[in-house]
C-alpha cells in the first residue's frame, strides 16, 4: 500500500482523491500585475528624463569627433573649411584645397544630430577657429533641457 491510497473499514483499498494546486489563481495574478505597474510608473519616468541627457551628451561627442576631423584637415590643407565649404570639406575635397588627403570622417555623409537635424559651422567661428553647434530638440536657438543648444566651445 502506498501513501496515496487509504484502507475502509471492509478491506479495500480506496485512492485518495489528491488535490491539485497547480498554476495561479486571479487573484494572484492580479497582485502580481499591479506590483508590476507600481514599479514601472516609479522606474519610467526617470528613465525617459535620462533620455534628453544622453542625446545631449552624444551630441557633445559627436563634434568633439568633428573637431578632431577639422583638425587632421587643418594639418593636411593648412586652414580650416570656410563656412561655404561647411563640415562636407571633410567627405570631399574643395576646390583649392591642396595637401586635402580626406575623407576625414568615417562614413559617407554627415552625421546628424541626436535629433535628426543637421549640425551648423561656421568657419572662421564668432569663438574660435571653428564654431559647430546644434540647437538641440526644438531646432532653434536657445532652450533648456533638452532643448538646450550643444556648442564646440564651451
Known amino acids: 500500500m502506498?501513501?496515496?491510497e487509504r484502507t475502509l473499514d471492509n478491506g479495500e483499498y480506496v485512492k485518495k482523491a489528491r488535490h491539485s494546486s497547480k498554476g495561479f489563481t486571479l487573484i494572484e495574478l492580479m497582485v502580481v500585475m499591479i506590483i508590476l505597474g507600481l514599479l514601472a510608473a516609479l522606474v519610467v519616468p526617470r528613465m525617459f528624463g535620462r533620455v534628453g541627457q544622453a542625446k545631449q551628451?552624444?551630441?557633445?561627442?559627436q563634434i568633439?569627433?568633428?573637431g578632431t576631423a577639422l583638425d587632421s584637415f587643418r594639418l593636411d590643407v593648412g586652414r580650416y573649411p570656410t563656412t561655404a565649404e561647411g563640415l562636407e570639406a571633410l567627405l570631399t575635397q574643395p576646390s583649392g584645397s591642396e595637401g586635402w588627403n580626406g575623407?576625414?570622417?568615417?562614413?559617407n555623409e554627415l552625421p546628424a544630430d541626436p535629433w535628426t537635424h543637421a549640425y551648423?559651422?561656421?568657419g572662421?567661428?564668432?569663438h574660435s577657429d571653428y564654431d559647430?553647434?546644434?540647437?538641440?530638440a526644438d531646432n532653434s536657438e536657445g532652450g533648456d533641457g533638452e532643448n538646450e543648444d550643444v556648442v564646440s566651445w564651451k
Open 2 to 4: 502506498n501513501s496515496k
Open 57 to 61: 551628451k552624444a551630441a557633445k561627442a
Open 64 to 66: 568633439e569627433l568633428f
Open 103 to 107: 575623407p576625414y570622417l568615417k562614413k
Open 120 to 122: 551648423h559651422y561656421e
Open 124 to 126: 572662421p567661428g564668432k
Open 132 to 136: 559647430i553647434f546644434s540647437y538641440g
